[in-house]
Structure formats: C-alpha cells, structure tokens
C-alpha cells in the first residue's frame, strides 16, 4: 500500500500543478488577487446570499482577506450588501447580475478546457473519475480536519447533494 499512496501522492501533486496552470490560463491577463475573488463568486453561487464570516469559514481563509476580496467585488459591482433579515446589525454579500454572469462566463470556459482534457474517454471513465475525486476529497477534508484538530469546513457547501458527474456541473470551491 505505501508504494501505490506515494504514487498517488505523486499524481496528486501533479495534477495540483495542473490545476493551477489551468487556472491561470483561465484567468490570463488577472494577477492573483483577481483570480482568487473568483473563488468568493463561486462560493455564493453555492451558499446564496451570506454573511463575510460564514464565507471566509467556507472557504478555508481568513476573515480580513475576505473582507478585502468582498470589497473589491462590491467595489466592482459583482457583490452587493444586503441587510440580513435575521439581524439588521448585519448584511449579508450576494452575488449581482453582472457577478452571476461572470461566474457563467468563467464556468464555461473551464468546462470547455475540462472537455478537451477527456475527450475520447468514455462516459463511464468520466463518471468514474469523478465518483473518485469527489471520495478523495471528502477524505483530504477529514484528514484536514484531524491535522487542524477541528472541524474543518466542507468542500463540498452544506445543503448542496453529492453531485451527478453527468448532470451536475455546479462548481464545489
């Protein structure tokens, strides 16, 4: 077992540096300042309308980094602030027409650069690999939370089903 986790360890690394070059490419033209307020887009696409601290929980990161990144997407007319109705002390981010069609544009994309990357594969190998990556990253949650010593937040968002590799194609942060 431990020659195939380190190979899987391996392919797992390489498959982050793809991911990430994929990203850029998506993103190219943004530093990464624009590419990550993308995340907090597709975030809400999936809590709907939340407050910044259940947000910077959702999402692994710090409150004050995403106060900043809210911000600057409010700035931009991508977020807008409405009052919470459960509190009128608070507000709460929610994405703006123009933020829901960024997302679109930006799923799309990748989604166009996912397709190429399995074409020829069978549908069963699509569906396959997904079942799989998505039991690999509910375990990188667990084994985040143990190491953390705390509940660490879900990449999958709460209320959201497990997704249909063949007819879901919501974004999971």
Do not use: I, Y
Not at 24 to 47: C, I, M, Q, S
Not at 111 to 124: H, K, T, Y
Request: glycine share 8%; aromatic share 2%.
């Amino acid at each position: 077992m431990t020659a195939r986790v380190a190979a899987l360890g391996d392919q797992l690394v390489r498959h982050l540096r793809a991911a990430t070059a994929l990203k850029a490419a998506l993103g190219r033209g943004e530093d990464d300042a624009e590419r990550a307020v993308h995340t907090v887009l597709f975030a809400l696409t999936h809590l709907g309308p939340a407050r910044a601290g259940t947000l910077a929980e959702r999402l692994g990161t710090d409150p004050s980094t995403t106060s900043r990144q809210t911000a600057e997407l409010v700035r931009r007319g991508l977020l807008e602030r409405r009052p919470d109705p459960s509190d009128g002390r608070a507000s709460l981010l929610a994405l703006t027409p123009a933020g829901t069609e960024l997302v679109d544009t930006l799923r799309r994309r990748r989604n166009d650069l996912v397709a190429r990357a399995v074409d020829g594969w069978s549908e069963e190998d699509v569906t396959t690999l997904t079942r799989l990556l998505e039991r690999l990253s509910d375990g990188l949650d667990e084994a985040r939370a143990d190491l953390l010593g705390c509940t660490a937040p879900p990449t999958r968002f709460p209320g959201t089903p497990a997704p249909d590799p063949v007819q879901d194609h919501r974004e999971t942060a």
